[in-house]
């Protein structure tokens, strides 16, 4: 995790590249090719620092601002609970999930039910691995 110094130092950095082009080059391709960044990447800078200053020149998050696909919470603390309760591996907990979406929905097509079946099997196990190096992460944070 960066700390505020390193993140300062960073935008201290982006600013030096901006003065570079103005005091040094005069050339903004240049700049770019010593500094080893696109053009694209100098004209974003640019623009964050005028519009907001030393600031807009700090890292920002890429995290998505919404998620609509995301996994519902009791649908993962179900999966959860499953894994450390009976330690349930993917593949067991995928076919608990996908019989209660079968006798929902009713369905009778067998290459159907396979499909589903191996997409939850994926699903399960992008989760269970997820939720460990979550925790992973947290111990670690920790200790």
């Keep these: 995790m960066p700390t505020e110094r390193d993140l300062s130092r960073r935008a201290r950095h982006r600013l030096a590249v901006l003065r570079h082009v103005e005091e040094v080059s005069g050339s903004v391709a240049a700049t ?16 964050r620092y005028e519009a907001e200053g030393l600031d807009g020149l700090k890292d920002r998050s890429s995290a998505p601002h919404h998620t609509p696909h995301a996994n519902k ?18 593949a067991k907990i995928a076919m ?25 099997l994926m ?20 200790a």
Excluded: M, N
Excluded at 35 to 42: A, E, K, Q
């Design 32 to 47: 770019c090719r010593y500094y080893g960044i696109s053009r694209p990447c100098y004209y974003t800078w640019l623009r």
């Design 73 to 90: 919470a009791d649908v993962v603390e179900k999966i959860l609970w499953l894994r450390q309760q009976y330690h349930f591996g993917p």
């Design 96 to 120: 608990q999930q996908t019989g209660l979406v079968a006798d929902l929905i009713g369905d009778e097509d067998p290459a159907l039910a396979l499909a589903e079946d191996l997409q939850a």
């Design 123 to 142: 699903h399960v196990s992008r989760l269970l691995a997820r939720a460990l190096a979550a925790l992973r992460e947290g111990l670690l944070a920790e």
